[in-house]
């Protein structure tokens, strides 16, 4: 089992920065595809970026150049968040699976979420 909180959310106007910390109950550094998602009202929820085993990451199109996923120690995964939008108000989840990104299956372990607001 592996346990993780989120943490740094807030409201800040758009244009501004906010950085998000995930803390894993055990090591989770090149062991786990770690994740983060987020669900805004009456979406669905989406992923936002991915470090994989081997430290490669990805990101959807509507953040790539101003979101930064980093592992920041052996069970510490950040989202360092520029230039926000009105459009990236959400929920944001930290998630964690064993094994590669791209290998089937669910994510095996959430979050429970931490809101961000940006306002126009």
């Known amino acids: 089992q592996v346990q993780l909180v989120e943490s740094g959310g807030g409201s800040v106007q758009a244009g501004g920065s906010l950085r998000l910390s995930c803390v894993a109950s055990?090591?989770?550094?090149?062991?786990?595809?770690m994740a983060w998602f987020r669900q805004a009202p009456g979406k669905e929820r989406e992923a936002v970026a991915a470090?994989?085993?081997?430290?490669?990451a990805t990101y959807a199109d509507s953040v790539k150049g101003r979101f930064t996923i980093s592992q920041d120690n052996v069970n510490t995964l950040s989202l360092q968040m520029n230039s926000l939008k009105p459009e990236d108000t959400a929920i944001y989840y930290c998630?964690?699976?064993?094994?590669?990104?791209?290998?089937?299956?669910?994510?095996?372990?959430w979050g429970q979420g931490t809101q961000v607001t940006v306002s126009s």
């Open positions: 998630a964690a699976k064993q094994g590669y990104c791209t290998e089937r299956g669910d994510f095996d372990y």
């Open positions: 470090i994989d085993i081997d430290g490669s």
């Open positions: 055990r090591y989770t550094y090149r062991r786990y595809c």
